[in-house]
């Protein structure tokens, strides 16, 4: 039997700082949120997550003050915020395969994405009086959950442990939380070291009490993350290169 490797599926860079994400599990979708260094203006990216491959890359839309809201059936979904609120009138819908503009709706604020329905409120009310929108077409529709809506495999956060560390990562120099996730009959293991003034992340992968593979997948960090990895399915992602490249692992 071959030893087991973490193996890399595959790795994403991009020219703006990886800012926010969103997954559409029905159509095997990532959604990337990627911002100008200087300018602080948005950029907006698909790939399928499992392959890596691209559909759009880093378009533009709106100004800094335009944002990633989810990604519903092969569709991005963007809002605007306010100056000084998170809340901001102004929707928009890009379809994730052409990078064209399906819709755009500006006179309503998107409050949040539930069941493949938008959750808005006319702009001229400052509180309740909620309603749907459509992410196909932007019109305003009777919330209705589709019982039949296609689902995907779950998203996995890695959580904080907090019983006894393993005997298998005794020897291990962590430095700070030890993050713990499942992954189908594995479980993963990251947590940072420290070397001179700089981090680095290891992850571990383990079945039972034995340690399958254990790999250095970020280095030179100048500070801690506070998130460090999640997962869909049996693949692993991380972001790294200073939030400029996202690297994708099969656990």
Request: proline fraction near 4%.
């Amino acid at each position: 039997m071959d030893k087991y490797t973490l193996k890399t599926a595959y790795q994403k860079s991009f020219f703006g700082l990886v800012w926010r994400m969103e997954v559409d599990t029905s159509v095997g979708l990532l959604a990337v949120e990627t911002r100008d260094a200087e300018t602080g203006n948005p950029s907006f990216s698909a790939l399928r997550y499992r392959t890596g491959v691209s559909l759009i890359h880093e378009l533009p839309y709106g100004d800094r003050n335009w944002t990633l809201a989810g990604a519903v059936d092969g569709r991005l979904i963007l809002k605007a915020f306010g100056q000084d609120s998170p809340e901001g009138t102004g929707i928009a819908c890009i379809d994730a395969g052409t990078g064209e503009v399906v819709w755009e709706q500006f006179n309503y604020v998107l409050l949040a994405v539930v069941d493949g329905l938008l959750l808005v409120r006319h702009r001229t009310f400052a509180g309740g009086y909620e309603q749907y929108l459509d992410a196909h077409t932007g019109d305003l529709t009777q919330f209705n959950i589709s019982a039949d809506k296609p689902t995907g495999p779950g998203i996995v956060i890695p959580q904080r442990y907090g019983a006894s560390i393993p005997v298998f990562l005794a020897n291990y120099a962590a430095y700070g939380d030890i993050f713990h996730g499942a992954i189908g009959s594995k479980e993963v293991w990251a947590f940072h070291e420290k070397l001179n003034q700089a981090f680095c992340i290891r992850l571990v992968v383990s079945s039972g009490s034995n340690v399958l593979d254990d790999k250095v997948v970020l280095s030179d960090l100048p500070k801690m993350l506070p998130e460090i990895f999640f997962s869909i399915a049996e693949q692993l992602f991380l972001i790294g290169d200073n939030k400029r490249k996202i690297v994708s692992y099969l656990v």
